[in-house]
């Protein structure tokens, strides 16, 4: 049983509720700037608590339109704990017999992050647990994908099992944006949607260079009821191989605006058990939710064989277009035909996409958006720029990715 006595704390400022703001906090070991996270990070590699070193797993950007981003990690599934429970039920309860994080070794913690009672963000090397206090804690991931890679764990002693709550997913979002580094990024799978382990946690690392569906034209389809530009803003990917939603937040919008949108779209979906995959993007600015099917395609044995035998099972990091493999020939032939196949597997059909854009509609009280809000730049028929991401942060190591 994983016993926190005292271990570094960041109090944050997420439990405040202001309009989207441009200001970026730098660091000053009172955020979760490049010397806190990584620094950690960077100290338990030196310990060896690592599986495997991932700074030195191969890394290639795939030549083509949207620039898939291919990793040869061939140890990591055979390291990696395999999945403990049924994978057609995305709710299910948790079970303390199954591997949970409450059996993580102190050394893996590398913080807490906690509300603050001020409004301002501290950072504190060494503060003590009270007894029946449930931390919310930053740990590593011992079988990492990339570098920096952690997992953020909500009230890690109360056992919750992994599903979107309110509470749980505003932690998730100001982390992204108290991080305030557009090459970080949080992730989270739903079960059925291959997150492996039935304890709540969000997973996140750096990647200095655009995600695929970063760069992909979209199309706003909802926005909040009666709000104009002021509420939140919701869009469907185009011209992406995964249908998918993109939620923003409007001029005068706030942050509970935008996480309250995002949880009640995901929890009308794991009501009606539909397997999904969150990436929240820019900072905490933009947020994916990704609908999908792939397990419930290998169970019916619609997937295509040579598909299968990669051994790749799309989660978030995949969907998005970083994909992780697991033999040699695959990263070598990758191509983005390839990665456009898989993921096309992966996704909703087109009926099926619009029936659960009717669930979020309800759920999250949008309502259409006019037919002149498309945005004329993100014309999928018109030609990707090559840089159409965020530039690369000046900060980061030179090892986060490497180009062959």
Not at 60 to 80: C, S, T
Not at 211 to 218: C, G, H, L, Q, R
Not at 374 to 398: F, R, T, Y
Request: glycine residues 6%; contains cysteine; negative net charge.
């Amino acid at each position: 049983m994983l016993t926190i006595k005292r271990v570094p704390t960041l109090v944050s400022n997420y439990q405040e509720d202001v309009p989207e703001s441009n200001n970026v906090v730098g660091c000053g070991r009172n955020c979760l700037g490049f010397c806190c996270l990584p620094g950690l990070w960077e100290e338990r590699m030196s310990q060896g608590l690592f599986r495997y070193d991932v700074t030195t797993c191969e890394t290639k950007v795939i030549p083509g339109r949207y620039g898939f981003i291919a990793q040869l990690n061939e140890g990591r599934h055979l390291k990696k704990r395999p999945t403990e429970f049924r994978i057609d039920q995305v709710l299910q309860p948790f079970d303390e017999n199954k591997f949970n994080f409450t059996k993580v070794g102190q050394d893996e913690v590398l913080f807490r992050f906690e509300p603050s009672t001020d409004y301002k963000a501290r950072y504190f090397s060494g503060v003590g647990v009270d007894v029946g206090i449930s931390p919310s804690i930053v740990a590593i991931n011992v079988s990492p994908i990339e570098y920096g890679h952690v997992l953020l764990i909500p009230r890690v002693l109360d056992y919750l099992p992994q599903r979107i709550d309110r509470d749980s997913f505003t932690v998730a979002l100001h982390f992204a944006r108290e991080l305030a580094d557009p090459f970080f990024r949080v992730g989270y799978n739903s079960l059925g949607a291959f997150a492996t382990i039935n304890h709540l946690h969000f997973q996140a690392y750096y990647l200095s260079v655009p995600f695929p569906v970063e760069k992909a034209p979209m199309r706003r389809i909802m926005r909040g009821k009666g709000l104009g530009d002021a509420g939140v803003i919701v869009s469907k990917l185009l011209n992406y191989p995964v249908r998918g939603f993109s939620f923003e937040g409007g001029n005068g919008s706030t942050v509970r605006d935008l996480s309250d949108a995002v949880v009640n779209s995901c929890i009308s979906l794991q009501n009606k058990n539909i397997p999904f995959n969150i990436l929240i993007a820019q900072c905490g600015k933009k947020i994916f939710l990704f609908p999908q099917c792939y397990a419930e395609k290998q169970a019916l044995g619609v997937v295509d064989q040579e598909l299968l035998d990669t051994q790749v099972n799309p989660a978030v990091w995949e969907i998005s277009g970083h994909m992780v493999l697991k033999r040699r020939k695959d990263y070598n032939d990758a191509s983005e035909e390839y990665a456009w196949k898989l993921l096309s597997e992966v996704s909703l059909s087109e009926e099926r996409f619009e029936e659960v854009k009717g669930y979020i509609s309800e759920a999250a009280d949008l309502q259409e958006a006019e037919d002149k809000s498309i945005n004329p730049e993100l014309d999928p028929e018109k030609e990707i720029p090559d840089s159409p991401g965020p530039q690369v942060a000046s900060h980061m190591p030179q090892d986060c990715l490497v180009l062959h």
